[in-house]
């Protein structure tokens, strides 16, 4: 039986992996959020990463549905400091070196479907915040 981490270190050997790891400017530069599929493995990732659109786009399933209208998002939290960019500037710095993450999920083609629900699972048991869709009916004014 192989070393559990020698597993690890070799991607090949690996069926099914998930990780969420602090941001590291400049690694996987030049990639954004989005699946590639490879040799029957799909890769998701999505690099350096607020909390608050790391759940819109395991929610959004890449575009499937849309989370990006301001409003469309309620956090319930008594400080959302730590979950979306700061409205001020001379925060921003700071901020991006404590509070964003990269997500990034490997799992054989055949499981693509399962990805965005991977991923849902993934961000609520690592940041301990519950998550759901909720529709709601708007009556417009014409």
Request: hydrophobic share 30%; glycine share 2%; aromatic share 12%.
């Amino acid at each position: 039986m192989k070393n559990l981490s020698e597993t690890w270190l070799n991607p090949q050997n690996l069926l099914y992996a998930s990780s969420i790891t602090p941001c590291k400017e400049n690694t996987n530069s030049g990639l954004s959020e989005g699946t590639i599929v490879k040799e029957e493995m799909i890769h998701l990732l999505n690099p350096c990463t607020s909390v608050a659109d790391l759940f819109r786009q395991a929610y959004s399933e890449y575009n499937r549905y849309n989370f990006s209208t301001p409003g469309q998002i309620i956090l319930e939290t008594e400080d959302p400091f730590p979950l979306i960019y700061p409205s001020k500037e001379e925060d921003i710095d700071n901020w991006k070196k404590l509070y964003r993450y990269t997500y990034e999920l490997k799992l054989p083609a055949a499981k693509q479907q399962l990805r965005y629900k991977i991923m849902q699972q993934d961000l609520a048991r690592y940041f301990d915040i519950e998550a759901a869709v909720e529709k709601e009916n708007w009556n417009h004014l014409c």
